[in-house]
């Protein structure tokens, strides 16, 4: 103030002349201030002087082009603008935010300079995903979508955290997760866990018991005889949608003993390997949810499944393997029966199996099935049936033929019919890993 320097303000100035008086303003970021105070005779002046901020010129620029910027500025609304832009703005240290749509912002700071040009630039670049699995050939998905079989590249991947999922039949669904870099490649190798449980199309064997099962596929087939019994009969054209297991053998003797803590069968001379006879269907079934308690418990079922009885189309389909004729082949090499069994039942995989690998489905002894008996078939096209009771029949079926059966008997399509509670020493069953019902 006149010829006298001020640290700082405010400031009071006592005793001054009367008359005007030039005063000066500087501070580090602000424009300064010129001007002048008139001091008055016997009076109290309180002059407040308002800076303007001092500003410099900023350049952004970005790869690519268009991006959205926001300039933070505290004490003042955002301002936005998009890239390639150039403004004014106060002095001092700001951050600028790049946003891309998709990508994670990119945040750089900025100093502000007098007079002075800043220029901010950025890149947005992609860095890349390889996956590899072991086994290899596992489907790599991201948030449900397909992108193909390990291994596999993935370029111009946006920076960040990714996640993807790896599916492989026969073995447990996998995450591989990690963070991509800017400009950088992120390897992924996953080693893939087997199943607890079978994977579709695959084998699997039941450890505790030694069970053996087949993978049967969806399909379709025509269920009956047109020159068979009337129970045979109308032909209907069935479609099992979903796929399902079935027991390479008839469940043994000694296989019902472990689980079931004792041996129900007649035939017990036989030894472990002979097919449990002497069964109710009520034996059956509850042999069948024992072993899914046991299994289920263990992890080892697949979700949405139970070891049950073959329903009468799974049976049958199950049986011809894929051909149609009635008694699909030479029943004297593929099953026990009256007139080579020497009446007494054999060991279960003795004889030549069907194009399935399903052993003794003609022969050796009569496999109850799921459903309720109806005298005639459903006729038309259906899918996944199961006959339930009628007030007429309360009976449960049972298919295939047994060893002192007649080869008519042991047709794809022959029904036998008996009360849940009948049990016979040419009565058996065979389990199916099969969708819940």
Avoid at 21 to 32: K, Q, S, T
Avoid at 54 to 62: D, I, M, Q, R, Y
Avoid at 207 to 223: A, K, Y
């Amino acid at each position: 103030m006149g010829a006298v320097a001020f640290e700082k303000s405010p400031f009071t100035l006592n005793q001054l002349k009367v008359g005007k008086y030039p005063i000066r303003a500087r501070l580090e970021g602000y424009e300064d201030w010129s001007g002048e105070i008139v001091v008055k005779p016997d009076e109290f002046s309180e002059p407040v002087i308002t800076l303007t901020r001092s500003k410099g010129s900023v350049t952004l620029a970005s790869t690519p082009t268009d991006v959205e910027v926001e300039i933070r500025i505290d004490g003042a609304s955002p301002i936005l603008r998009r890239t390639p832009a150039s403004l004014e703005l106060p002095t001092g240290d700001l951050n600028v935010v790049f946003r891309r749509q998709g990508w994670p912002e990119l945040v750089r700071p900025v100093s502000v300079r007098r007079g002075a040009t800043s220029e901010v630039k950025v890149a947005f670049v992609p860095g890349s995903v390889t996956l590899s699995s072991e086994p290899a050939g596992a489907e790599v998905f991201s948030q449900g979508k397909a992108l193909g079989t390990t291994p596999l590249r993935l370029g111009e991947t946006i920076p960040g955290q990714v996640q993807f999922e790896l599916r492989c039949k026969g073995y447990k669904p996998a995450k591989a997760t990690g963070m991509v870099e800017s400009g950088k490649e992120l390897a992924l190798a996953t080693k893939l866990e087997r199943n607890d449980y079978p994977g579709e199309g695959e084998r699997w064997t039941v450890s505790s018991l030694g069970l053996e099962l087949i993978p049967i596929n969806p399909g379709r087939f025509t269920m009956g005889s047109s020159n068979g019994e009337s129970d045979q009969m109308p032909l209907t054209q069935v479609t099992l949608t979903q796929p399902f297991w079935i027991g390479k053998y008839e469940v043994t003797q000694g296989q019902f003993d472990k689980l079931m803590g004792y041996n129900p069968s007649e035939f017990k001379t036989l030894g472990a390997n002979a097919p449990v006879e002497n069964v109710s269907y009520d034996d059956a079934l509850a042999f069948c949810r024992k072993l899914t308690e046991s299994e289920r418990s263990a992890g080892r079922v697949p979700e949405g499944y139970e070891y049950t009885l073959p329903t009468e189309a799974q049976w049958e389909y199950a049986c011809r393997a894929g051909r149609g004729d009635g008694m699909l082949g030479d029943l004297l090499s593929s099953g026990w029966y009256a007139g080579n069994s020497s009446m007494t039942p054999h060991a279960v995989g003795g004889k030549t199996p069907n194009e399935w690998g399903v052993y003794d489905m003609q022969g050796n002894v009569w496999e109850w099935c799921l459903d309720w008996y109806h005298d005639r078939l459903p006729g038309g096209s259906v899918s996944d049936p199961l006959a339930l009771p009628s007030d007429r029949f309360r009976y449960r079926t049972g298919r295939g033929g047994g060893w002192r059966s007649a080869a008519d008997y042991c047709a794809p399509a022959r029904r036998l019919w008996n009360e849940p509670t009948f049990h016979c020493n040419y009565l058996g069953f065979r389990v199916v890993l099969s969708p819940q019902r």
